[in-house]
């Protein structure tokens, strides 16, 4: 499994705006909000999900995003989603519950794990995600991020989650 220090070594490769912030261990969304006081970009939570069918899911949504798990697959094409657990999140994506963020994709090299991205973020001029741990927040300009999606072999399926009453929210990038 790649690490931290991979990660960051690719990212500097492909030329990404990045900045890095320590801080202590950060495991839900709204628990660091002294923390994204001092980040600018947008805040995302970040959902690993396994559907019935055993297909696995990593959506990144902004902080803010309401995400109904009911009409989600749906949407997405999934069957009926649960969470998926920590032992499989670590397998697929080398990282632990509270770490989970888009960046984990640099270890599914299988490629087992489908991404939605919230068009939020994929429009926004900057995201902050957990490098790999939940004890640090990375901030990366949106043409960077899509240079990783590109290295790691991700194309994301973008959804418009205020929009999610049907298919019509969802565009392939």
Do not use: Y
């Amino acid at each position: 499994m790649k690490t931290r220090a991979d990660l960051m070594a690719l990212l500097d490769s492909l030329g990404a705006e990045t900045t890095t912030l320590e801080h202590r261990a950060v495991f839900r969304v709204g628990e660091g909000d002294d923390v994204k006081a001092g980040l600018p970009g947008a805040h995302t939570k970040n959902l690993f999900l396994k559907d019935a069918k055993g297909q696995l899911w990593l959506i990144s949504a902004a902080d803010s995003t309401a995400i109904d798990l009911k009409r989600l697959p749906a949407v997405i094409g999934a069957a009926r989603l649960s969470f998926g657990n920590a032992a499989l999140m670590e397998e697929t994506l080398g990282v632990t519950p509270g770490s989970v963020a888009a960046f984990a994709l640099i270890n599914d090299t299988d490629h087992r794990v489908r991404f939605v991205l919230d068009r939020v973020l994929d429009e926004a001029a900057r995201v902050n995600f957990h490098p790999l741990t939940n004890t640090a927040t990375t901030g990366i300009d949106r043409d960077g991020l899509r240079r990783f999606f590109a290295a790691v072999g991700v194309c994301p399926l973008v959804v418009d989650f205020s929009q999610m009453t049907g298919i019509e929210g969802v565009a392939a990038r």
